[in-house]
């Protein structure tokens, strides 16, 4: 079975603080993706990356930044937190199909 | 912009029924097409892959059917059961893409 470990499964910080999500898998998947699912609005695609070094902005990718130093980890970056990133943040691996990890609920204090 | 929708957004039915979940999208230019459950506070688990040459997937008590030309996936599930209480969503993959575009999400809650 595929298995994709998110590093945390709550996280609290403050506004203005750098924040790092992290993201690993042991299935030697090239693509690599990050999401933000909010009530109302749905899973949204912030970046993803098809190779080590690699990435792509997705539909919301202002104030994120990733690195993909290794392939089998993807991480997500808030610059500088605000209170409208507190959210679930789901990680992904894979394409047919994509497996999830089971997110990190993250508040912004 | 691929939109994909879900209806119904909320369904509660008595446990044995078998039931319908809709999901339609807006570009039938599609590569894939995949159901996913998702329990609360959870991350989504992988139920169903279609691809776009395909017309069905079938795993246990679902079934589901894609009808690309008119833009509609249904996700039927047999007897259901108290445990299949969850939300289901709907996701394609365009065929210039990587990642999937979500529906909102039908939250089925079978009673027993």
């Known amino acids: 079975d595929v298995k994709v470990t998110q590093s945390s499964r709550y996280l609290v910080k403050r506004t203005g603080e750098k924040v790092f999500l992290e993201c690993v898998q042991d299935m030697d998947h090239e693509n690599m993706f990050w999401y933000r699912q909010d009530p109302g609005l749905g899973l949204r695609l912030i970046y993803f990356?098809?190779?080590?070094?690699?990435?792509e902005k997705g539909d919301i990718p202002e104030g994120y930044s990733v690195s993909r130093e290794k392939k089998e980890r993807f991480s997500l970056i808030l610059e500088s937190a605000s209170t409208n990133q507190t959210s679930m943040y789901l990680c992904a691996t894979g394409y047919q199909p994509q497996h999830f990890g089971d997110g990190t609920r993250l508040s912004i204090l | 912009k691929q939109e994909v929708t879900q209806i119904p957004a909320a369904l509660s039915v008595p446990e044995g029924e078998n039931l319908v979940l809709n999901c339609s999208f807006t570009?039938?230019?599609?590569?894939?097409l995949q159901w996913f459950r998702q329990d609360p506070g959870k991350g989504l688990t992988s139920l169903l892959l279609i691809q776009s040459s395909q017309r069905e997937q079938t795993s246990g008590r679902l079934n589901a059917s894609l009808d690309k030309s008119s833009g509609r996936s249904t996700l039927y599930i047999a007897a259901s059961q108290p445990g299949d209480s969850a939300t289901y969503l709907c996701a394609v993959v365009g065929l210039t893409g990587y990642a999937l575009n979500f529906g909102k999400g039908t939250s089925l809650l079978v009673t027993p």
């Open positions: 570009d039938s230019a599609i590569y894939n």
């Open positions: 990356s098809y190779d080590v070094k690699m990435k």
